[in-house]
């Protein structure tokens, strides 16, 4: 799979495959050649998912700026107990 061949899998699909492409190494089964495919398929797979974490990131950081551009801390705060 290419990069481009990501973009329609969300990112509990990414994680779901690099798992299975880690327990298939893993299990020691599989020859040299297989095991170098799969170790860089999950090399591109982590740098879909990462990338798209980063996204998720920016967005909810944007989210909790304020409108007039004062940096305060917007987190959740929690009740007094």
């Known amino acids: ?3 481009s061949e990501f ?3 969300t990112y509990e699909q990414l994680v779901a495959r690099l798992e299975e492409l880690t327990t298939r190494m893993a299990a020691g089964d599989i020859g040299i050649e297989e095991a170098a495919d799969l ?3 999950a ?7 990462a990338a798209r974490l980063a996204r998720v ?4 950081d944007q989210l909790r700026k304020p409108a007039d551009g004062n940096t ?3 987190s ?5 107990s």
């Open 57 to 60: 990131q920016e967005r909810i």
């Open 7 to 9: 973009d329609g899998l």
């Open 39 to 41: 170790y860089e398929e």
């Open 76 to 80: 959740p705060r929690q009740p007094n």
């Open 72 to 74: 305060e801390d917007l």
């Open 1 to 3: 799979m290419s990069a």
């Open 43 to 49: 090399g591109r797979l982590h740098d879909q998912a």
